[in-house]
Every structure is written in C-alpha cells, then in structure tokens.
Nanobody
Framework: QVQLVESGGGLVQAGGSLRLSCAAS????????MGWYRQAPGKQRELVAT???????NYADSVKGRFTISRDNAENTGYLQMNNLKPEDTAVYYC?????????????WGQGTQVTVSS
C-alpha cells in the first residue's frame, strides 16, 4: 500500500524549532514534486513550501527565511525544518507528493501532524 506518513510535530515555545518528516512507502518508482501545506482552525489549507525532483524550492512569504524544505530521494523522504517558530505557525501540517507508482503519477496526502507554538 502506497502512503505518506508524517512525523515530528509537537508543542514548542515561540522562537523554537521543529523538523517534520514525510516518508513515502510502498511500490514507488519515484517521487516528483513534494510539498508541505498547513491548516489552522477556521482557516483554509495553505501552501507552506514545495520542492521539485531537481531540488528547486518555493516558499510562502510568511515562512521565507525561517523554514527550509528538503528531500532525500534515496530514502523517499521529505523534510521541513522550521526555525524561529511563531504562534501563528500553529496548524496541522500536511505532506503532499506526486508519487510515480507502476509508471503512473498519483497525488498523495499524508494524515497530518499537529504543530503548536506557544507564546
């Protein structure tokens, strides 16, 4: 069964850091783009950062200079390093990836991991 599993969320004080991981498992040929999204209570899901298979990155203005997206293609894993966290970063963070399975590309989402930043 192909799936994305996130880990690394938790409770942290403002100014602290967390590192989220997103591991893809199953019969995967390769991974195209990967991304992180977040959804705060009462708000729509929003893009946080994306990374292409070649390593090109894109960030939401609100996280530029604080968050870093990366990936390990050999391990089929993506990461989101979050530094200088702010209370407004509190949300459920979701991993998204375009996975190639038996030669066809499919869009997958992880189950989400809670990040809570206290002031």
């Amino acid at each position: 069964q192909v799936q994305l599993v996130e880990s690394g969320g938790g409770l942290v004080q403002a100014g602290g850091s967390l590192r989220l991981s997103c591991a893809a498992s199953g019969s995967i040929n390769s991974i195209n783009a990967m991304g992180w999204y977040r959804q705060a209570p009462g708000k729509q899901r929003e893009l946080v950062a994306t990374i292409t298979s070649g390593g090109s990155t894109n960030y939401a203005d609100s996280v530029k200079g604080r968050f870093t997206i990366s990936r390990d293609n050999a391990e089929n894993t993506g990461y989101l390093q979050m530094n200088n966290l702010k209370p407004e970063d509190t949300a459920v963070y979701y991993c998204n990836a375009d996975l190639v399975v038996y030669g066809l590309a499919y869009d997958y989402w992880g189950q989400g991991t809670q990040v809570t930043v206290s002031s």
